[in-house]
């Protein structure tokens, strides 16, 4: 038997979560010599993500959401990427494959067959469930296909599309500029000729979103987000990354007929502020989409290429072993990695495992 | 000399408008014998608009808001039918066309020439300016025009058109239901095939919601709207008439990929409750759109002719002369009308008015 070590949902929180929100066990175990047959496989864990929206996960289960409850005392579940180390002759991957999809945070997963994903899940997911074989002819790092060339990627990249109707010369906003949507977000809407006015929280962060092509780049808790929109706006295209007394401002910095694109990250655990002048969505005809991504060909088609050859940049930040996962979601969610900003996730084995 | 009597804009209200905010002014003349030349002509009104969005207009100069403040001393402005009475030989009116526009509010307007519109206004009105000659070969009410056939008609006629995305089978929500806008609205609904919920305020005109075909129809002042919206819904389509608490308690109820278009009556006087749930457009991928009517002609086409021949009912509350519209205009916005529900209006002159 090998030690298979999961970050479990050990505790629902009240209010923010604590490191007693989550256990490290390091007493599970696993057979990797067992026999395999009706299709099973075996997937060791590569990376794993952390994700603001997780936050809404650590509840009741009879507390119903738009994202299924965590399960108390059983492992946390995210996107990740794996690879097939065994396969059934009948299972629909072979060894050395590398797939991506929602996972227990463990370091080895043993699916019994055909993955069956519960309806709650699937709702939640849409038609991304299972898992997705990723071929990386890129060569990008594997996390990659957590962060840029994942979900948060993809939410970037098709609620762009669908939502931003942009016009060469407008002006677009994009809170959160230096997290893994904002990212994106702020090098597609230069792509579209945008004028790019985008908020971080540090010095540092500000001066990333500058390389990534921002035109005004500010520290929100330092600089007047008013002054900065009334100089340089009013706002075409506004990525919501922020809820609350944020996004009030920005609804009075609107243009006419502009179009939100709704992330809200500060929402995920519990809003206290009240917006009161939604009005301006008749006054200014606006128009607001929520969005969150579901899988795309045309994505991986497009995007790992690119990400791969610099055309699009990226920043990720890592923190190593699943024993560290704590500590990086509660950074992550003061927006204080010590690991650095950018996309969080964890590194479970390395990159060149087979 | 002829009297003009007109709804002078008196007093900038402290919080809500009060009778003093108008001023009744008979002292007013006009020569209805004078010379017209360079396309000059003179029009008698026959009925107004009051609505909700005038109290927004009620306000300093220097404030800016979506719409143009109303000028202090001046004759209040809005939609209204009149006839043309007298026109230069090279007006582009003749003497008895109906005319329906922005007018001043008083019995007489002359207009000196090719009318000019300043860029605010048109900014507010779109291409709806100037006055457009109406034809009425269905016989309607000139009033009609200012109501059901009239803007807020076209509002509803148009945001249904291009937001909702009504599927059959589907839940509509359609708050003020007895108002202009939810009377259409409550029948487009149905007639997409969808089950209508819809709210008013009085037992009265929860029979009159019924009898424009609304599946469920209840009094919020005496009914959960939760209790409602958790029985029959979740909705699919939501027309915001209400802003503030309702909105937020609607927000629970909306099913995923729902879409809300966006009217806010009550915002109108200034909203005081904050809507803290906003990030249910992203867990439920909501989209929503703020919407006010322009000019279509394709409306003006079909609707009047449904409304003549009855396939389109609308119900009406009329006020009789100027003198009243300080009156109507208070008790329209109370919700208190003592003229009965139904849109709005002051009869200035007699239909058969030529």
Same mark, same amino acid.
Request: proline share 5%; net charge neutral.
């Given at each position: 038997? #090998? !030690?298979?070590?999961?970050?479990?949902?050990?505790?629902?929180?009240?209010?923010?979560? !604590?490191?007693?929100?989550?256990?490290?066990?390091?007493? /599970?175990?696993?057979?990797?010599?067992?026999?395999?047959?009706?299709?099973?496989?075996?997937?060791?864990?590569? %990376? @794993?993500?952390?994700?603001?929206?997780?936050?809404?996960? =650590?509840?009741?289960?009879?507390?119903?959401?738009?994202?299924?409850?965590?399960?108390?005392?059983?492992?946390? #579940?995210?996107?990740? @990427?794996?690879?097939?180390?065994?396969?059934?002759?009948?299972?629909?991957?072979?060894?050395?494959?590398?797939?991506?999809?929602?996972? &227990?945070?463990?370091?080895?997963?043993?699916?019994?067959?055909?993955?069956?994903?519960?309806?709650?899940?699937?709702?939640?997911?849409?038609?991304?469930?299972?898992?997705?074989? +990723?071929?990386?002819?890129?060569?990008?790092?594997?996390?990659?296909?957590? *962060?840029?060339?994942?979900?948060?990627?993809?939410?970037?990249?098709?609620?762009?599309?669908?939502?931003? $109707?942009?016009?060469?010369?407008?002006?677009?906003? +994009?809170?959160?500029?230096?997290?893994?949507?904002?990212? =994106?977000?702020?090098?597609?809407?230069?792509?579209?000729?945008?004028? @790019?006015?985008?908020?971080?929280?540090?010095?540092?962060?500000?001066?990333?979103?500058?390389?990534?092509?921002?035109?005004?780049?500010?520290?929100?808790?330092?600089?007047?987000?008013?002054?900065?929109?009334?100089?340089?706006? &009013?706002?075409?295209?506004?990525?919501?990354?922020?809820?609350?007394?944020?996004?009030?401002?920005?609804?009075?910095?609107?243009?006419?007929?502009?179009?939100? +694109?709704?992330?809200?990250?500060?929402?995920? /655990?519990?809003?206290?502020?009240?917006?009161?002048?939604?009005?301006?969505?008749?006054?200014?005809?606006?128009?607001?989409?929520?969005?969150?991504?579901?899988?795309?060909?045309?994505?991986?088609? #497009?995007?790992?290429?690119?990400?791969?050859?610099?055309?699009?940049?990226?920043?990720? %930040?890592?923190?190593? *072993?699943?024993? /560290?996962?704590?500590?990086?979601?509660?950074? =992550?969610?003061?927006?204080?990695?010590?690991?650095?900003?950018?996309?969080?996730? +964890?590194?479970?084995?390395?990159?060149?495992? $087979?």
């Amino acid at each position: 038997m #090998t !030690t298979n070590a999961q970050l479990i949902f050990n505790q629902i929180p009240k209010g923010e979560p !604590t490191p007693e929100t989550f256990k490290y066990n390091t007493e /599970n175990t696993i057979d990797l010599e067992q026999k395999l047959d009706n299709g099973a496989h075996i997937v060791k864990i590569i %990376c @794993v993500s952390l994700d603001p929206y997780m936050r809404g996960r =650590m509840r009741p289960a009879e507390v119903k959401s738009y994202s299924p409850a965590f399960e108390l005392h059983k492992p946390l #579940t995210g996107h990740g @990427v794996g690879v097939v180390i065994r396969a059934a002759a009948d299972s629909q991957y072979k060894v050395g494959d590398h797939v991506y999809g929602m996972v &227990p945070y463990q370091q080895f997963v043993f699916y019994p067959g055909q993955q069956k994903v519960d309806e709650e899940s699937k709702k939640f997911l849409g038609p991304q469930v299972g898992l997705r074989v +990723i071929k990386n002819e890129e060569g990008l790092p594997w996390s990659a296909y957590i *962060g840029a060339a994942g979900m948060p990627g993809k939410t970037a990249f098709m609620a762009w599309k669908e939502i931003a $109707d942009a016009k060469k010369g407008e002006v677009a906003f +994009i809170s959160a500029g230096s997290g893994p949507v904002g990212q =994106m977000a702020i090098q597609l809407a230069k792509a579209d000729g945008l004028k @790019v006015i985008s908020s971080a929280g540090s010095d540092e962060k500000v001066a990333f979103l500058k390389e990534l092509g921002a035109d005004v780049a500010f520290n929100y808790k330092t600089e007047d987000a008013k002054k900065i929109f009334a100089e340089h706006g &009013p706002i075409d295209v506004n990525w919501v990354n922020v809820g609350g007394k944020s996004f009030e401002e920005e609804l009075e910095f609107m243009n006419m007929h502009g179009r939100l +694109i709704g992330g809200w990250i500060s929402a995920y /655990n519990g809003e206290s502020y009240g917006v009161k002048n939604l009005f301006q969505f008749v006054a200014k005809r606006l128009m607001m989409r929520g969005f969150i991504a579901k899988y795309v060909d045309d994505f991986y088609a #497009t995007i790992p290429k690119k990400l791969a050859f610099g055309d699009l940049k990226f920043k990720e %930040c890592k923190y190593d *072993g699943l024993e /560290n996962a704590p500590k990086a979601f509660l950074e =992550m969610l003061a927006g204080k990695q010590s690991g650095g900003f950018g996309k969080v996730f +964890i590194q479970v084995a390395a990159d060149d495992t $087979d």
